[in-house]
């Protein structure tokens, strides 16, 4: 009936298969905190074959950590690492109810996975990019149920970060907005709502503010460290504005304040050391080298 179509998604427990694609950094940590505290089954799709299988390892290394800490059981473990499936073909996802995408920050690499996903997708799945930047309502402009499209974006690392914001696009339905931020609750996150505007809540208040700081590297005004332990040690941040671009990525950064400056005017434009840095191919911890060295 009518009536049971328009319910079908206002409750979680429809919810049985979650697909997550992109099996890096993000993907592994969003794959495991589905299987392992929201208790869905969970298939992680990457293109890659190498990456599938460290997806896998990195995912047991935490459990792994978190059993010896006492945090879960061994059983714990087991059960969790039975819920999550790997493939490096995305056919696999014909059935899910929920996709998160998690690959490359790229606006065409994207557009072009959601138009396929709507494709091969069940209609009424809920497809969500967990992207730090790019317009949702764009992505969704590449799919068939638009109404379907959300962002849902988490921090690093996964496991760890409280926060998941929720963004709705300008097409993105009530059921659709519902049922992401019940799933979110149902891996114990918290959730804060932003419009689809560049940046978001998080990137649009941190990234001035590391950009700022490269900038401060650029014109001298203190070394590295001086201008990380001010801000560790003086204003209480659990780490210095270099220190945690270099965690987060150069390149990443870079992209995003590009995002930023083009869209919301020239207070955001990057600063030219931190576009030396990427040029550099210094990009940051995942590299070994970016303001430090790893
Ligand atoms: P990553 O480079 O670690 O992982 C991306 C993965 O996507 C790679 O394994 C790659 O093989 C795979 N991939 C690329 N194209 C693909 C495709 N078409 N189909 C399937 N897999 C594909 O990147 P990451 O740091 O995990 O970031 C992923 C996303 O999460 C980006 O949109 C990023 O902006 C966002 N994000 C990152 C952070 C962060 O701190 N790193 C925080 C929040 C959000």
Same mark, same amino acid.
């Given at each position: 009936s009518i009536q049971t179509l328009s319910q079908r998604?206002? &409750?979680? &427990? %429809?919810?049985?298969s979650v697909g997550v694609i992109g099996g890096g950094q993000m993907g592994s940590g969003i794959a495991q905190v589905l299987a392992q505290v929201a208790k869905r089954n969970v298939i992680l799709v990457d293109l890659n074959k190498a990456v599938v299988e460290k997806s896998l390892i990195n995912i047991n290394g935490f459990l792994q950590k978190s059993v010896a800490k006492g945090v879960i059981t061994e059983e714990d473990r087991q059960s969790t690492l039975k819920r999550i499936s790997f493939s /490096? /073909? #995305?056919? &696999?996802?014909? %059935?899910?109810d929920f996709v998160i995408e998690a690959i490359v920050e790229n606006t065409e690499i994207k557009c072009n996975l959601f138009k396929d996903l709507s494709k091969i997708c069940k209609p009424e799945a809920i497809l969500a990019s967990n992207t730090s930047s790019i317009s949702i309502t764009q992505i969704a &402009? %590449?799919? %068939?149920?638009?109404?379907n499209v959300i962002g849902m974006h988490f921090m690093n690392p996964v496991p760890i970060m409280k926060l998941v914001e929720v963004i709705p696009s300008l097409q993105t339905n009530d059921e659709t907005l519902k049922t992401t931020m019940e799933l979110a609750a149902e891996m114990n996150k918290t959730t804060t709502l932003s419009k689809d *505007?560049?940046?978001?809540i998080a990137n649009r208040l941190l990234m001035p503010y590391i950009n700022e700081a490269v900038q401060a590297l650029h014109e001298g005004l203190g070394t590295r460290e001086d201008i990380d332990t001010t801000m560790k #040690?003086?204003?209480? *941040?659990?780490?210095g504005p270099l220190t945690l671009a270099d965690f987060i990525g150069l390149d990443t950064c870079y992209s995003i304040m590009n995002i930023l400056h083009t869209? #919301?005017? /020239?207070?955001y434009k990057p600063s030219p050391l931190l576009k030396r840095y990427v040029e550099a191919g210094r990009l940051g911890k995942k590299v070994k080298h970016g303001f430090y060295t790893y």
């Open positions: 998604y206002y &409750s979680t &427990s %429809n919810i049985k /490096d /073909d #995305l056919n &696999s996802l014909k %059935n899910v &402009s %590449n799919t %068939n149920n638009p109404q *505007m560049p940046g978001f #040690l003086g204003c209480n *941040m659990p780490m869209q #919301l005017g /020239d207070k």
